[in-house]
Each structure stands twice: as structure tokens, then as C-alpha cells.
């Protein structure tokens, strides 16, 4: 039986409703009424004069204009490295909250534009994540404080300074409060400060921490720290409730080690093997081998049950029969493998935590896959420490709080509790660079700078030293935080110099400074794993403590990988990029799996009419979520993969007001719903996973923006194999062909796979001379991130359309990561496609362009001329994989009529702003109204890059001998260098032996004979082949 | 046979004597060149300026054609060497040492640029250029034309009265009575004539201007600051690349900064060359243009230590080229790689005081070029993988001498210039 992948419900059970919304590319149907036929339309006679005679009169308006007169204006004295035109790229340190990726800044004429993966780090190797992409934005961020105040009013460095020091001298205890901070001449800088003011400590909170695992390591290892994880060593993965590839601790430096466990090839058709078990639907899970669903709360008896079963001692308190074969499984495959297996586990009870490092003791995982030659400095906050700080406030025993970008008003679960200990303390300062919930409490505010336009350092793993330094002028009058702190405890360096001194004596050799900083990193560590003495003292007390499972429905928060702990939240491209799990944009709901849909929202999915109801109507039905009192209420999506007693709500939503104009909808009312006061602090730590929760079904609805359903297509066959292909690995091992041959036997009757170009058409095959770029995307190295997504954002100054014109289908996005489905209904296998502009060599969306705006280059770029553009859209209908955008509103202010402006919200006016502006890549235009656009292959960078070579007289190069002279922005973003890209007429070039050596080569939808440049691999799942 | 022999020997001799000629001036011509690019902004010949003029220096260092290299690679090491013309001009320039040239020519290099100082004579007015005279011909031919069509439609229309006056006879003589005679201007054919040629005269106008819409060909804005390129690029000869150095590195060719004008300025506070007009013939006070930049600079000639680059102020000068912004032009492409000249596109700049634009920059205009430019083909490795272009040049398929076009390599493609 041929398998059936499905992205969305009404497509599993071939709806009518599916059928019918697949036929069209345009969902809104054209303005005319067609009962009453178009001479009665909303358009009469009389308008379509009235419009006439405007459109005329206006034309001769705007010709009538004279030229305006444009003035160029050189420097006044031009600095040496800047030539304007050309872009220069820096080094520096993306740091937030303890995230610390080493990136280059592309800045041109002055303003930096685009982030890119350093590729000197040995962590993440050049890749980034969307929040790292997204970060550019933020530097130019209207709602960034522009000065400091003193109670709200508008104040001076000087100033503030004399009236902190002044308050300071006798305020008391005073609490620096801060999140995770690893830069290590700041931890200097904080320490002076501590010992010139007695009494006075630092309190690391992180949002969301990973105190469980400190002190278990604590526990069994003697340090409280967190290892380095060796994802890449590892053959058998475990985890619970980990979502390591999005959210969990170091997300890129994880996702490029698991990608070279999973990225196969002919020669060697080995792979990692991955079990995950959560409770609601994760990217992780989505991409594990096998996932297996349980209740929050039976995280400690799945743990102690697999200690059990690992040891040949039987699996005890699993009612769950599937779940129970998933642990004997685990085990079974994690004993196969001791020594190159890795258990992780994404709860935050120390008790979990010392059982997990138990099973990795017995897996001699120590050394191995967990190496503690360099330990991870990602988070380091303990829950019970903040706990203590806030019973010390409410004792009234802090006299002096500082803040630097913690932000416990809007993440601590015990808010009223926080809020009544803060109005205690008399002496509030935030560094906030943004007027953030905890910084509009604060009297003084100094705001600090963004990372872009800081000095400094950081050290993301002990020994991985990563700097940062500016790379614009501070915009606003913002100051280093660092300053401050030396100010106030009488020392007369500023940070740059503190800095330097510093660096002075750890830095060897002549210009060794200048060289750190052109690097951007400095590695001081050897790369041999170190094992650490293991004490198991503590795990008979450990299994004694956890607790047994709960009953009744349970609530797990969780984070997206675009918004986080909630620092996404104000930026728009994070907003408006489609959750991998959910694909839904701008909100957060409530997460049901399809058996909760039944029972609570009356919505049975096997039943045509309620799921099509459900899926059509973007408008969901609200629930009303009741813990402890507390009750909120949000709509409901359905999403397999989520266990049939648990729900999912995202943190990170419901922000004040000040913190941008995207935080609020089009009312003034926030975006989501802030779920932090569900949280509990239990058993000292804060534990995201709640029990006792009541779900009640309103009768209201809410609309959400979900971008699932759009861009279908429906191939004649109305299957999706063509789309994607996938295999087991044992499929695969059998014979490595398998998908080569499956290709041959389909394009037979049109010459095979070798004549299939020639054979397939009547048209002859255009000659491409000299380069001929292609793209290939290793759909197992692909994880569904959407790193390329925002790069792409970035890099292609694509706009931000907005909540109510996503609702319309009206999303922009050239690249898109489809999300299929496929088996158990409840529990689906899921693929994620990465899917953009094909640049087919046998385009069928250019022989419908009436006027030949888009067409072929002798490179095999399928071109796309906005000016020539009139915008019937028959390209778009045309295209078979749905990846042309058209313009439907004026999304980026650039025509001179204002009112075509009027119906779009809140977002894409910011994204007009002069401010935000800035953040557009020059090399590339803006599109105006009326026209499609598409992706180009980054063609600004193919230009780039020849031109590069043409100068030096060479052959371009794309990866021969590992150099290149270009990457587009989503191969550079790739964490796990899914994406490769290159000139295929060049036998050297890196996507030229991606295509001869890898026989998982397929084209998507090959057999239309649209012949694509870009093929995917096939995906390979280490999992046995489906019943 | 004797006479193709004779034009043989005739042939090659006379290739051989130029070849001659021009392999003997190739030295004098890199000399001129690596002047203009090295030395002009500093130097004249036959004037004072940064530094002094250089007509018969060779003579004045004592014909020590050695030392004066030296003092060209590093005049310090000959100050210090304590050579005593060395430490007098040293003096006279107010101990402004000239820029050490050691790393950017070779000996060779100085030798040429030496060589072409001694030669140089005080050139005379330089010869008009003939192109009007290729222009005149085709201009002549449409006059022609236009008086061969008049004569044709006066004939056509003398042949139709008189053909329509025998008609008329031939009807009287018949006995057919002629309808009452409609005067022409209510003739119906006449009419229609009338309004159909209205109608294609005036959409020929009206496509014609509008196509022009946007595109100003001969624009010459007034500047801020009366800036004669003929006196700085012609007169002087200064290279192009001294003040618009960008056009070598990258998308702009940008207009210099006032430090870059300050370099020569500082000391050039006077203009004394042939009097200046603007394009009304009004009369241009040129060392009141120089004061202009003075105050631009925020520089004081008479405490000329004390200034400051970071002081100067900007100066808005009204862009003359401008193309929409969709599309994408690089000057680092076309000068560096396409090895276009400045004047293909810009005019004969130094002729020009204030610059006007000299090309329409319009896409056909672009696209007419890309198609008959040829690329370095054979000269830059680049083209190298074009290995179907190559065998065919050299088994004949593709005519050598036209070469390869820039549109061969896809110079026309709309994503070359359009993204």
C-alpha cells in the first residue's frame, strides 16, 4: 500500500472541503457577486468612470512633476574602511540571557543588515538559529528606551550616576539581579562592585533554568555545572522531554551534532538512532525515530522505570502498554549501544535529574557522550536562589535592587507575591534596554545597549571565549551596563578599557587582541573528553523522592523556538514565522492532541464535516483553562503527537504594551496570553508541568493565523509521495538504490532517469554555458528550525504582512518548511520540507506570463522582474509548488499613495518606520504593490560572488577545496548544513559531489517534467517499516 | 604575382615600422599614465603645486638620475643622507616630505615616470575633435529623403486635381450633372485624413515624450561649489580614480570626501589658470570657489597647522547621475573587470567645467552596449569554464573577431541588472 502523507486533516481523510480549497491558488474569490452578475457588481459603471478619470489625471499629474533634485552627499572626512557600497563584516558575540552564539555582522554604509553564522566557532560552526537571524531587527527597535530616566523623567549619565551613588551609600543589602551571565570580565566587573558595597550578593534567575540538572550534577558529580553533550558521538539517543533541537540549553551546537549522526551515506548507511518520549508535541519529537507520549507528571517513573529496565530488572508502575514497549525499547537499543549512548531529560526535578545521570553512569556515557572537559555556561541560575530573594524582599531585607535582563515581574510565577516584596525594596535600577514589566517598576533606568553596539565577551563553554564588539554607534543614549557597575564602585576605566586590560594578560603574542576580535573567537580548551568521578550516594534517596504519576488532565508550558522564554515576543519576523509543530503565527493557544478534540471540543476528526469546520474556519473554538484559581482563556488547535490527557500552552505571550507596537493586536490588547503565574515552584525548583487543571468549552471563537493549509497543491493523483520521500533505515540498507530505482521505473515511459530531460518534452533542453546553480537539501539533516526562514526575512527584505493578512492566506514568505504527516493519526511520523522557489528549467509559471516578467537565465535562475510585473497572477496558478507571493497590499510604504496602507495593522507600520528601515538590505528592491515575488537564489549574493572572482581572474568557487565565494542566506543560517548550494557545471563543487554521491536523490514532483534545480535527499528514519 | 609580392613586402614593412614605433613610445606612454595615477595630484609640470613643478628637475638634481630615484622610493633617507639640494627643497616646501613611493612602483616604473618628466614639452593647444563631421552625414541623408517624399506628395497631389478635373470634363461632355461642390473643409475624406494623421503625429509625441519621461540627458545641475573638472582632470590631469576611488572597489564611484579635496587644497589656496565660465557665460572667480571649500573644510589658510579634518562640514552636491532604483549598477564591475573607461558612459570629462550627463542611461542604452561589448574572454580565468565558447572559438563556429559579447555570457538576462 502506498503510504499517505497529509498536512492537514481534511487532506488524510479527502475532504470536500480539501478538494475544493487544493484547486485554487487565490482562496478569496474576486470582488464581483456572481449571482447578480458583473454589470451589477460593487464596481458600477459610474466607479469605473470615476476611477478612470482619476487614474488619467493622475498620470498626467505625475508627469507633469518635475525631476526631483537629488542630492550626494560624501563624507566629511571618510574613515579608511569604509568604502560605501561595499559591506564589511565583524565579529562579534549574538548574547542573550545566557545564549551565546559567535556570529559575523554584515554592516553596510555604516548600519549592520544581517547576522551570519561564525564559522570559526567550533560550537555551532557557522550556524545560527531564527533568533539569532531575528536579532538585527531588535537594534532598531522603536520601543528601545532612548535615555535614562529617574522615576520616568528624561535624565542625564551624570546625573543618574551622582543619584545612584548617593542612594547607593546607604540603601542597605543590595541585590544584583541578573540572568544567566557568562562573559568573564563582567563577572569581574560584578564581583568589585560586590566588595566595594558589604552586604551586597548576585542572584542569577533565568526564566526558564536548568537547575535541576545543576544540582544533580552537583549530586552525583560534584560540580554544579552542565556538561558538554556529544550528540555527535552518540549511536542511541534517548531523551525525555528534552526538546534539545529547539529549546534545550545550546539548540545549535545540538542540532549540528545530531544532524552528522543522522546525515547518511551509501558508502557507510549507518545512523544514530533517536527515542524521544514528551507530552506534547515538540521539534524534537517531530524529528526523533520514535516518539512515545506520557503524561507530564510520569516523567520520574519513565526515568526510574528505564534505570530498572537497563539494568534487566523489569519495568514497574507503566500502565501505559505502548509506553511500556517504548522503554523496553529504549533500553534495549541504549544497552546495544553503551558507550556511544546519550540520555537526556528535559524536567527541572533534581530527583529526575540524578536518576538520568544514574542511566548515564550505567551507559558509560561519562567521557563518552557527556563530556566534562568543557562544561556549558548557557544557564547557571538556581530557582530556590530567587525564591530566597524574593522571601528577603518581602522581609524587607533588600534595600537595593539592580536588574540587567532578568525580567521576573512577567516571568516568576508568583507574581503577587514578587510584586508585594519589590514595592519593599526602596532602591529599584533596571538596566532594561526596553521598558519591560520588571523595568517599569524600576526608579532609576540606565538602558543598556543593544549586543551590536556593545564591547564585550563572553564564554559560552569553559575555554570557547567569544567577543563582541560594536559594529554602529549607539544609536539611542544607551550606555554599557559594565559602565555603570565600574562607576559606581569607583573605578575611573570604561568597559572598553576594563576590557582590554583585561584581555591583556590572558592574550599571548603581538596584535593578539586585534586577532581575537577579527575572529571573533579564541578557543582555550583541549578537545579530548574528561570523565568526572561519579557518586551515586544520592540516587537511593533520588528514586525514594519522585513522585508518582497524576491523574486527570495536565498542563505542560512550553517554548517555541522563535519567541522562547518570551524574547521573541516583540519582534515581528519571530512572530510571523509559522511554528514548525503547529505552523500557526502571531498567538498562543491552547495545544490538544485529536482524542482531547473529541472529547472536549467536540470536534471528531474522522468525521469529514467537524474536521473541515474546524480546519477551514480559521476561527477556533476558546477554552477556558482553570489552575488554581487562576483561569484563562485561549483558543484551541489540534495537534497529533500530543498525549490524549495532556495540553500545551507556549510561554512567552501576553506582553505589556511598552514593550512594541507588536506585542498588541489591532485593539491595543496583547498578543497571547502570559502563562508564567501557571508555573510552580515545588521541591525548589520552578516546574513548568501542572496538574489539576479544569478545561472548560466556551462558546466563543478566536481567529488564529495558521499558514498549514495554504499553498496546496493537488497533484492529479492526489497523493503527497511525489512531494516527499522517505524510507526506513532498513529499507535503505537492503539496497541503496531503492530510491533511485523507484525514480527510474516512474519516468520509463519517458526515457528513464538518464533521457528524462531530453525525452520528457517535445522542447528541446536550453544549453547552460557556463554556471548552472542548483541547491540540494538533505532532508535528514533538516530538522524544521527556521533559521533559514528568517535569514531569508533578513536578506531578501521580505515583509512583514501582520496577523489579519496571514488569516487571508496573503503570508510572504519565500521559503516555507512544509510539515507532512504521515501513519498513526494520534502519533504521526512527521517530515519537514524546506520548500522554495524550484527554479525549474522548464518553468511552467514563465510560459503563462503574458508579459514576460518572469523568465530563464542561461544560469538556470528562473527570474523575476517586479518592474515588469502587471500581476495577473497566472505564474502562481501556474506553479506546482505554490511558492510565488503576490503583493496584495502595500507592505512596505513604498508607493506615494498612503490609503493603500489603511487596512494593515500595528506590525507592518513598525516595519515602515525610518528606524526599522534600516535594517533593509540595499543590494535588493523593495517591492511595491500588484507584483509577485519569489526566491531568487540569493541572486545579489551569486552576483557577489562572481564578481569576486572575476577580480581575482579565477573560476568562481563553491566549495571546491572548502572555500567559497558565496553561500545564500539560508545555506549560511543552516545549523545543520541541510542546505548546500553551488554551481553544478563545476565537477569540483560541493553540490556536484552531494548529487553524484548521494543515491536518496530525488526531485520533488519530478514527473511534471518541470525540471527543478533544486533536490531534496530522502529522508531515512531509523525506525521499522510501518505495518 | 610581382605586384601581390611587392604589396606583401610593402604590408609587412609597414607593420613592422609601426610596431617598431609604438614598442619604442610604450615606456613614454606607461610613464604619462603612472603620472596622471601617481603623481599628477601633487605635481605639474610647469607649476607649483603640492609639491614643485617638475619640468627640468632632473637637471636640478645634477642629472643624478640615481638619487633622484631614491628620493621618489624615500626622500627621508635622502634628507638624512644629508644631501644638500635634499635638505634645501626640503626647506623650501615647508619640510613637507613627499609620500614614500617604495611600495607601489618599482624602479623600472620611476624610471618611466623620470623619462617622461624629461621629455615633456609644453604641449600647444590641443586639436579639436572631428566628430561632428560622422555626424552631419546621416543628418544629410534624411534631408534628402524628406525632400524627395515632399516632391513626391506634391506631384501625387497635383496628378489627383488633375486627374479630378478630367473627370469633371469628361462628366460635362457626358452630360452627368456634378452634385453641388462641397468646400474642402467639409469634405469628409478630408477630415478623416486630417484627424487620422493628427492622431499618429500625436501618439508619436506623446509615446516619444513619455518614454523620455524620467530621463535627463544633458542635465546640468548648478553645484554647490563651481568645481571645473576640465581644470582638475583636464588642464592638471588628474586620474579619475584619485577622487572617485570607489568606482575601483565597489557599487559607487561616490563623490570624495572634503579631506580627499583637502590634500591638494591645503596648499593650493589660489586658482590662477585661464579664466572660468559657467554655462550662462557669466565669469567664475576660481580661487573664490577655492575659499568656498575653505569654509566647507573649516580651514584657515593662514594657520593651515592647525586644521582639522573631523572639522569639515559636508557638502551637498546635487546628484547628476541617477538611475531608479530597481536597478543595480556596479561600478567595480564594469571599471575593474569590464575594463570600460570613465568616458565610455561620463562624456570627455575633462573638456566638461561643470559635468553634465553625458548618456541617457536608459535600458536600451545599457542593453546596446552589453550586446557589443566583448568580455576579457580569453584574459581572465573566470571565463574559463566557459568551455563550449572556447572549442568554438577555436574550431571557427563562433567568429573570433566579433569575440564574446557580454551578452553571450547572459549580460541581457533581466536578474543582471534587476533584483
Redesign the interface.
Known sequence: MEKKYWQSFGELNNSEAYQKSSKNEFKEDLPFDAEKGLLEAKTPRRDFLKYLGFTTAAAAVA?SCE?P??????????PEEI????ANYYATTYVQDGDTISVLAKVRDGRPIKIEGNELSPITGGGTSARVQASVLDLYDGARLRFPTIDGKESGFDAVDKAVIDTLANAGNIVFLSSTINSPSSLEIIQKFLAKYPGSKHVTYDAVSNTGILLANEASYGKRAIPSYRFDKAKAIVSIGADFLATWISPIEYARQYAKGKKINDANPEMSKHIHFESVASLTGSNADDRYLHRPSETGTIVVALLSALKGEGINGIADAKLKEGIEKAAKTLNEKKGEALVVCGSNDVNIQIVVNAINELLSANGTTIDWSSTNNARKGIDADFAQLVEDMNAGNVGALIVLDANPVYTWGNIDKLKTGLDKVKVKISFGSKADETTQKCQYVIPNHHFLESWGDAEAKTGHYSFIQPTIYPLFKTRHWQDSLLKWSGDNNDYLNYLKIYWSTKLTGANAWDKALQDGVVINTSSISTTTAYNAASLTSAIANIQPPKTGIELQLYQKIAIGAGQGSANPWLQEMPDPITRATWDNYLVVSPAMAKSLLKIDLSNNGQSDSYEVNPSKKVVEIKVNGKSIELPALIIPGTHPETVGIAIGYGRDKKMGKTVVDVHDKPIGVNVYPFAEFINNTVSFDISNVELKLTDKKYPVALTQTHNLYNTSQGKRTEVVKELTLDEYKENTKVIIEERDKELKPFGGIAKFKEEGSIYKPF?K???KWGMSIDLNACNGCGACVIACNAENNIPVVGKPEVLRFHDMHWMRIDRYYSGDANNPNVVFQPMLCQHCDNAPCENVCPVAAT?H???G?N??????CIGTRYCANNCPYKVRRFNWADYTGSDSFPNNQDELNNAVHYMNEDLTRMVLNP????RSRGVIEKC?FC??RL?DG??K????????KTGKDGEWDLKVACQQACPTEAIVFGNV??SESVISKVRQDNNRLFYSLEFLHVLPNVNYLAKVRNTEAEA | MIIRQITKTILLSTIILFSAIYSNKSSAQDGKALFNTYCAACHKMDKDLTGPALMGSEERWGNDRKKLVAWVKNSANVIASGDKYANEIFAKWNKLPMTPFESMLKDAEINAVLDYIKDWKPASAPVATTDNAVKTAPDKNTLYLGIITLALALAALILLFVKRNLKKLSNETLGIQAATPIPFWKNKSYITLVVLLLFISGGYMVTKGAIDLGRNKDYQPVQPIFYSHKVHAGVNQISCLYCHGGAEKGKHANIPSVNVCMNCHKSITEYSGEQLYDGNGKKVDGTAEIKKLHKYAGFDVNNANAWNPNDAKQIEWVKIHNLPDHVYFNHNQHVEVGKVQCQTCHGDIPKMDEVKQFSDLSMGWCVNCHRETKVQFKDNGFYSIYEKYHKELKNGKLDSTKGITVEKIGGTECQKCHY
Open positions: 508627469a525631476v533634485v537629488k542630492k550626494a552627499i560624501p563624507f566629511a572626512n571618510q568604502v560605501p557600497g561595499v544549453d554555458p557556463g554556471i523568465n537565465s542561461s544560469e535562475l527570474q523575476m522582474t517586479y518592474n515588469r543590494d535588493v528592491t523593495v531568487s541572486v545579489q552576483q562572481k564578481l572572482a572575476k577580480k581575482e581572474g579565477r573560476p568562481l557545471n563545476d
